[in-house]
């Protein structure tokens, strides 16, 4: 049988959210038969003003992905920083793109997560989620929450964790601070929860509308 591709797509500016892809990444390649592969969203932004902003370069081992390639997997999981409670512009100029997967409901069916990076509690660390349910309503995607799944995790008060019941996440603080141990366990078992839903649910090619 072939294998379960999930494809991991995140947009990360300074780093924070290519670390918690990446532990997504490493816990959906724990289910037996699923083959995660790590995605960039192509930047917009000038090199210019990336200087400017002190962004540093982006990771040299991880392809751009343009959006008729999101056919080819069988499920997602979709990570960004928010900007002002929502996707940055770069993630909306994608999903801009996807008009005729959009047409063709060449996604429908297929189990979709989100991860994010907002910089403090109020950056967005619920809305950033229920912002993008909407992308993934109208190609008809899976929506695939957390939960209190991750058991414990979800209830510490000790320490300031990101993510919530609508995905894993982290906070960036002034841009200082890094993921956590507690939020990348909840990154790795998010990518493992998320991937052996899309194992179960891999689509077989749907019937076409009625007419």
Do not use: C
Not at 39 to 53: G, Y
Not at 149 to 176: L, W
């Amino acid at each position: 049988m072939a294998a379960t591709k999930v494809y991991i797509v995140y947009y990360s500016l300074y780093g924070h959210v290519e670390i918690v892809a990446r532990e997504v990444q490493r816990g959906a390649n724990t289910v037996h038969g699923v083959e995660a592969t790590l995605w960039q969203i192509p930047e917009t932004l000038p090199d210019r003003v990336l200087e400017k902003m002190k962004a540093p370069p982006k990771a040299n081992d991880v392809g751009e992905i343009k959006p008729e390639q999101l056919s080819e997997a069988d499920g997602f999981l979709f990570g960004f920083p928010s900007r002002f409670g929502m996707m940055p512009a770069q993630f909306l100029a994608f999903f801009d793109a996807t008009d005729e997967l959009w047409a063709s409901q060449a996604l429908a069916g297929k189990p979709a997560g989100i991860f994010w990076s907002t910089g403090f509690h109020g950056g967005g660390q619920e809305n950033s989620a229920l912002t993008t349910i909407t992308k993934l309503a109208h190609h008809g995607m899976i929506y695939v929450p957390l939960g209190y799944t991750f058991g414990k995790g979800m209830f510490e008060m000790n320490e300031v964790k990101g993510g919530s019941s609508y995905g894993a996440g982290t906070y960036a603080g002034d841009g200082s601070r890094q993921p956590t141990e507690l939020e990348l366990q909840q990154a790795f078992y998010q990518g493992k929860y998320v991937a052996e839903i899309v194992k179960k649910l891999k689509v077989l090619p749907h019937p076409p509308a009625p007419a």
